[in-house]
């Protein structure tokens, strides 16, 4: 399996500074074989900067879409606009439960769609400090694991990657804390038990788990080597060229 480094830009950048960036990043970089470089611009950057990526380099992802592919839906995008354009889709982000309302629900027939338009969904799910706190975090991981995954079928779990990120440890929020290797793996080892349980050991081996909160340069290497982790999902972090370079050397000296 590859090692998935993923860049959620969020909401920064305009159209022209990303295209920038992506200049300057193709430049900078190898062509990895072990890591699969992947950046989430903004929706509006993604149709230009497709025609401008190299794809055996690295690929696109969106950071959310919509799961019907038209109609009255003010605002949205389908996945069926960004078939063709992005190889991945950020689905059910911490920032889209919390900020826009996104329940499990919904989350479960973005990933669907995704799948449906040939887009790996990577599905977020995370708890929060006070879930930590009352001792709430392996049901949430579980519901939020089994609610998202509800519509995929058992063959399309080639095409699903999961990202665990604790909200308390995204920089986003107010008091992010670093979670610690250990918290991390106690969770992952969770998810892939989980995964296990419901649709059995040899599919649960397949799927890609990755971390994500405050990820950088100095703590990628220990991340990376928490047992289970596949890749990292970085926010802040991805927004600096020189450090998203460094964080891809550190996987791929990771991967030797
Ligand atoms: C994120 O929002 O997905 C994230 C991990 O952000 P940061 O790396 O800034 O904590």
Redesign the pocket.
């Given at each position: 399996m590859k090692t998935y480094i993923v860049g959620?830009w969020?909401l920064n950048f305009t159209v022209g500074e990303a295209s920038i960036y992506l200049h300057k990043l193709l430049k900078k970089m190898p062509n990895y074989r072990d890591v699969e470089v992947v950046v989430a611009p903004s929706t509006i950057a993604l149709q230009p900067l497709s025609l401008q990526v190299d794809r055996h380099k690295m690929k696109l992802s969106a950071q959310d879409a919509f799961y019907r592919d038209y109609g009255a839906f003010t605002g949205e995008t389908s996945f069926s606009q960004l078939r063709g354009i992005v190889d991945f889709c950020i689905v059910g982000?911490?920032?889209r439960r919390y900020i826009f309302g996104e329940n499990d629900k919904m989350v479960a027939k973005k990933v669907a769609a995704a799948i449906r338009h040939k887009i790996t969904p990577i599905l977020?799910i995370g708890e929060t400090e006070s879930e930590r706190a009352f001792g709430e975090t392996a049901d949430v991981i579980r519901d939020q694991l089994i609610g998202g995954l509800s519509e995929v079928a058992d063959d399309d779990f080639d095409n699903v990657i999961i990202?665990y990120?604790p909200v308390w440890?995204?920089?986003?929020t107010k008091a992010?804390k670093l979670a610690t290797p250990d918290e991390i793996a106690e969770v992952v080892e969770l998810i892939r038990q989980t995964l296990a349980d419901t649709y059995g050991a040899e599919l649960a081996e397949k799927v890609p788990v990755l971390f994500?909160?405050?990820?950088n340069k100095a703590n990628a290497g220990a991340y990376l080597t928490v047992p289970g982790v596949n890749g990292l999902?970085?926010?802040?972090?991805?927004l600096i060229l020189d450090e998203f370079v460094d964080i891809l050397e550190v996987a791929k000296r990771v991967r030797q």
């Open positions: 959620n969020k982000h911490s920032e977020c990202a990120e440890a995204i920089s986003s992010a994500g909160g405050s990820v999902l970085i926010g802040g972090a991805s």
